[in-house]
């Protein structure tokens, strides 16, 4: 499901359980020996994915460890993310030479619950939700957890650029719906954007997809320069 969000050169790999969960690393088993089972089994599933994907490019199975933010620390030369939620563990990995940060996220397509969407939206968002809502553009998605979905796949990419904390008013997102449950979307964002080779960008791109009950949201922030590849629509 997310390599219909995933451009050319992104390789993935997903799981709709943990079955099949084995092959893990004594080093990654410390950093979640403490914590409940959902939690070691899910961490255990998206690092079988990530495997995966790095498999596709010859890269030997490794520990997939994380820095002091939790951000994944990916093999030299590779760039990529990982998300887990109800029902969805996905990972998507990519060479640095051809984009220079992933970032991936996956809901439940359900309501956020009570006055999150005040807490992680501008009210220029919520303006943009309301007239979607009202053309009936929005019907068949639930639009306030797209748009923190959206909003978390930035920061998963914003995050390993930067080094910095990116607050949900710091990203203003729009989106554009190609069907129902399908689109693109635009992150502007509200503070200086990363410094890549001298340039710095003022926002970042990305898809959306919406089935099977889950939302899945993914941007890819490829080198300056050179145009973001089109979808693999696998
Ligand atoms: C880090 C964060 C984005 C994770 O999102 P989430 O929906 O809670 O959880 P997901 O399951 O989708 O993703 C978890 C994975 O994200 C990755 N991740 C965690 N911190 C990260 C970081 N700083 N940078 C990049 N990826 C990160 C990890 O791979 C993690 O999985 P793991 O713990 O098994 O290794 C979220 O907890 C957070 O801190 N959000 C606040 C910042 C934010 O979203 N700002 C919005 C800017 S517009």
């Given at each position: 499901m997310i390599g219909e969000i995933l451009p050319a050169g992104v390789r993935f790999a997903e799981a709709f359980d943990d079955s099949g969960a084995a092959g893990w690393f004594p080093e990654e088993e410390a950093l979640v020996a403490r914590a409940v089972h959902k939690r070691r089994a899910e961490f255990r599933t998206v690092r079988r994915c990530a495997r995966a994907a790095l498999a596709s490019f010859g890269v030997p199975p490794?520990?997939?460890?994380?820095?002091?933010?939790?951000?994944?620390r990916w093999p030299a030369g590779f760039v990529g993310s990982m998300t887990h939620c109800a029902g969805y563990r996905?990972?998507?990995?990519?060479?640095?030479?051809?984009?220079?940060?992933?970032?991936?996220?996956?809901?439940?397509?359900?309501?956020?619950?009570?006055?999150?969407?005040?807490?992680?939206?501008?009210?220029?968002?919520?303006?943009?939700?309301?007239?979607?809502?009202?053309d009936g553009e929005a019907a068949a998605v639930?639009?306030?957890?797209?748009?923190?979905?959206?909003?978390?796949?930035?920061?998963?990419?914003?995050?390993?650029?930067?080094?910095?904390?990116?607050?949900?008013?710091?990203?203003?997102?729009?989106?554009?719906?190609?069907t129902a449950r399908s689109g693109t979307f635009e992150a502007r964002l509200l503070v200086p954007g990363p410094e890549l080779d001298g340039s710095r960008p003022d926002g970042f791109t990305g898809r959306w997809t919406a089935r099977h009950g889950l939302v899945l949201t993914a941007v890819t922030v490829c080198p300056p320069g050179r145009p973001a590849p089109g979808a693999q629509g696998n």
């Open positions: 490794a520990p997939l460890l994380r820095g002091s933010r939790g951000e994944p996905g990972a998507a990995v990519a060479r640095s030479t051809e984009f220079v940060s992933l970032g991936i996220d996956a809901e439940p397509d359900d309501p956020l619950p009570g006055e999150v969407l005040a807490l992680v939206s501008l009210p220029e968002e919520r303006d943009r939700l309301a007239r979607q809502e009202a639930r639009a306030d957890r797209l748009l923190f979905s959206a909003k978390e796949a930035v920061f998963k990419a914003w995050y390993p650029l930067t080094g910095r904390e990116l607050d949900f008013a710091e990203a203003s997102v729009s989106f554009g719906y190609t």
